[in-house]
């Protein structure tokens, strides 16, 4: 006899719990919560795959069809309708017009993991953007491949000539992963195997070669010490200098933010749990305090490192004095609107932004904004100043970015309008500045989206130079090289991706292995040396030796 099938309330609660959180949708992921009291729930420690209450809802769907069409007579077998689940299915040959078509089985698996900064995919295409990272997954080749000279495929128009909106967007294609590693001397790829759960931030220490600290979804921080240079051996493991298990006994207590002050002696750990934390290089810790009432998005220390900013759910951004190690003020500028990102200006005034789909530039010295900047029409999940600080990026889940003037930011004079970055199909999750313009040459962005493309833009003109097309998931993460020659792209479908600036050609590329999103990168430099490390989700860090990589070096 086969055994019974158990289904418990608790257990559907958890699913909706995980499902919610996976949507961006957290007061109702901490209502049901509460009113359920998983709290108490043997199960809500568990780990929940991303996207599991749509997987099982698919798979429900798929039995409802095998029901429907048992009989095998011509209707059911030619039967053009498609499933719902929310619509009574009757076999037609006519295709049914509903706007409520499903996806394929295969693409319906949504997953997702809590990050201020990452971004999430929901079950429909217009659904909105969430501020958990996720990504769905058909790949079923678990192998792990480097790929250094990219297969010729149509790539999408350049618009050098052209305005923004008039970008063909390339059509979805599969990546095709040659079965070995190529491209790359031995040596080239690492990992780091200590997490048991998703990796979801990544930190070099500015000062100190090769010291990494990386975050993972069970509230444990590793710090480790990575070896460089021709002479390290390549093949043995390497393992945590230290770790910081368990910070917290919260049953949702994702690691969210790690950021090091300028000179390294510090790190801000940023959780969901509340709380921010400030742990020296050595791993002890320096301060911590819960002052916040909701999860913290990001923690950013100042230029000098005198003050460290956060921004959180809890609708407020907070800034705290490092040396006296207590708050310094509490900011509630965002109404009832989550707090998402904070970026420092300089020493004295930061920006802050939120789902309330403005920028505000706040200073030290007054509880209102200098300025508040409007113009998005959708979250805005991210703010970078450029290295001299004299602009403002910002992107939002509208598909647009937005470069603001801050030149005159003390002035009671209004700021000039923004250049308006226009071209992306969907979300954006992230911005970056190229930290290096040449003489003549106009600052250049890049921009990563859930539409599966990353973009680099003249952020004087507005005009997008080039679309990055060859990523089949969400792009979650991009970044530049320390030197500006490299662009750097990581998404949902596994695929590392670096292209060179000047050419805005794919140089190399690395594909991760099977359920294995790219949620982070971080590329640092020390002299001569560079490194490159990823937050997987395959509950590892992955390093990248850019060294060991000969189409890197001949750019």
């Known amino acids: 006899m086969p055994a019974p099938l158990l289904i418990t309330a608790d257990q559907v609660n958890c699913l909706i719990h995980a499902y919610f959180l996976d949507s961006g949708f957290q007061h109702s992921a901490f209502a049901i919560r509460m009113e359920g009291r998983l709290d108490q729930s043997p199960h809500i420690k568990k780990h929940i795959p991303r996207g599991e209450l749509i997987e099982l809802l698919s798979k429900a769907l798929l039995y409802s069809e095998v029901e429907a069409h048992w009989k095998g007579d011509e209707l059911s077998t030619n039967c053009s309708v498609p499933f719902s689940l929310l619509d009574p299915h009757a076999c037609s040959l006519q295709p049914h017009s509903s706007t409520n078509n499903i996806r394929e089985p295969s693409a319906a698996k949504v997953n997702g993991d809590t990050a201020g900064k990452r971004k999430a995919t929901t079950p429909s295409e217009d659904a909105r953007a969430e501020k958990r990272a996720r990504k769905e997954q058909d790949e079923k080749d678990a192998q792990m491949n480097v790929d250094g000279a990219p297969t010729p495929k149509p790539k999408p128009k350049d618009a050098k000539s052209d305005p923004p909106q008039a970008l063909q967007e390339p059509p979805t294609k599969k990546l095709k992963h040659k079965p070995s590693v190529v491209g790359a001397r031995p040596g ?64 949702q207590a994702d690691l969210t933010a790690l950021n090091w002050n300028h000179d390294g002696s510090l790190v801000a750990i940023g959780s969901y749990d509340f709380i921010l934390r400030i742990c020296t290089a050595s791993g002890e810790t320096y301060f911590k305090d819960s002052h916040h009432k909701g999860p913290i998005f990001a923690a950013q220390f100042s230029p000098s490192g005198q003050w460290i900013a956060t921004a959180s759910l809890d609708c407020t951004s907070c800034v705290w004095d490092v040396k006296q190690k207590r708050i310094h003020r509490q900011y509630r500028n965002h109404g009832d609107a989550c707090c998402l990102d904070v970026e420092w200006l300089d020493d004295s005034t930061f920006a802050s932004c939120g789902a309330d789909k403005v920028v505000h530039i706040l200073s030290l010295t007054a509880t209102g904004p200098l300025h508040t900047l409007e113009g998005h029409a959708g979250e805005i999940n991210s703010v970078k100043c450029n290295p001299s600080r004299t602009r403002l990026a910002s992107c939002a889940d509208d598909g647009t970015a937005r470069i603001w003037n801050i030149e005159n930011v003390h002035s009671e004079k209004a700021l000039p309008p923004p250049v308006i970055l226009s071209g992306h199909q969907q979300c954006l999750t992230s911005i970056e500045w190229c930290p290096v313009t040449g003489p003549g040459e106009p600052e250049l962005v890049a921009t990563a989206s859930f539409d599966a493309t990353a973009r680099l833009w003249d952020t004087v003109t507005g005009a997008c130079t080039k679309v990055f097309a060859d990523h089949t998931k969400h792009v979650y993460a991009v970044t530049f090289s320390p030197d500006g020659r490299h662009l750097v792209t990581g998404g949902g479908d596994g695929s590392l991706i670096v292209y060179e600036v000047k050419s805005k050609e794919k140089k190399w590329s690395w594909y991760t292995g099977e359920k294995s999103g790219i949620f982070e990168i971080d590329w640092q430099s020390w002299g001569n040396t560079s490194l490159i490390a990823l937050a997987l989700e395959r509950q590892m860090v992955a390093i990248v030796d850019p060294g060991k990589v000969p189409a890197l070096q001949s750019s």
């Open 188 to 251: 080239a790829v690492r990992f780091l195997l200590a997490h048991k759960t998703e990796v979801f931030v990544v930190a070099w220490n500015p000062a100190t070669k090769g010291q990494l600290v990386s975050g993972s979804r069970d509230a444990v921080v590793n710090y480790w010490a990575v070896p460089s240079g021709p002479n390290n051996d390549h093949t043995a493991p390497i393992q945590p200098t230290l770790t910081l298990p368990d910070l917290t006994l919260d049953s």
